[in-house]
């Protein structure tokens, strides 16, 4: 009778690691592949501003709440005219979600800047290959260019924030 008690609790005992080691997992799945509705079809390849904020509304509303103070501006109004800013990103990823609809709210503030929108599926690809051609691992990914020279990447979020990181690789690359 010890035996079998002893062999229960051992495989519970094993049971309870791999719930441990793969409930994270599953949830980390779950919560990246529902993050649009289920109406909203995950899209890969280049895509308009327009289309992004017509067929995903969270991108849209995002837009709507964020606000640039009035400092943020000013710094925003002096980047080179020259910058440019590849946006690496999944409509199904929250981060980008967050992020997304930041940078395209900072890029109205100077229209001589120029980007591009790349959606990528969930396992980073997309029809022209642009996120493998520019080694994007997570998204988003916002890749900075000052001319044809990269000066920066931001990758998945910023370090202080999309301004502030922006402006420092400006500032770093003496561009």
């Not at 002893?6 to 309870?16: G, P, Q, V």
């Not at 592949?33 to 991108?59: C, M, V």
């Not at 199904?92 to 992020?99: L, P, V």
């Not at 001319?147 to 990181?165: Q, T, W």
Request: proline share 5%.
């Amino acid at each position: 009778m010890a035996f079998l008690f002893l062999r229960k609790a051992i495989f519970l005992k094993a049971s309870i690691k791999s719930l441990v080691v793969i409930a994270p997992l599953c949830l980390s799945i779950f919560s990246c592949s529902h993050a649009t509705s289920h109406n909203e079809t995950p899209i890969t390849g280049e895509i308009t501003q327009e289309r992004l904020l017509k067929d995903y509304q969270g991108f849209q509303s995002g837009i709507e709440s964020y606000r640039i103070s009035p400092e943020d501006k000013a710094i925003i109004a002096q980047w080179p005219s020259d910058l440019h800013i590849d946006i690496f990103f999944g409509t199904w990823c929250h981060d980008s979600q967050r992020e997304v609809p930041r940078i395209l709210s900072i890029l109205k503030e100077n229209t001589q800047i120029t980007s591009r929108l790349v959606a990528l599926g969930i396992d980073k690809s997309d029809p022209k290959n642009l996120g493998e051609t520019n080694n994007v691992k997570y998204t988003p990914t916002m890749v900075i260019r000052v001319g044809d020279k990269e000066i920066g990447r931001i990758v998945e979020r910023p370090i202080d924030s999309l301004v502030s990181d922006i402006t420092g690789f400006i500032k770093k690359n003496n561009a």
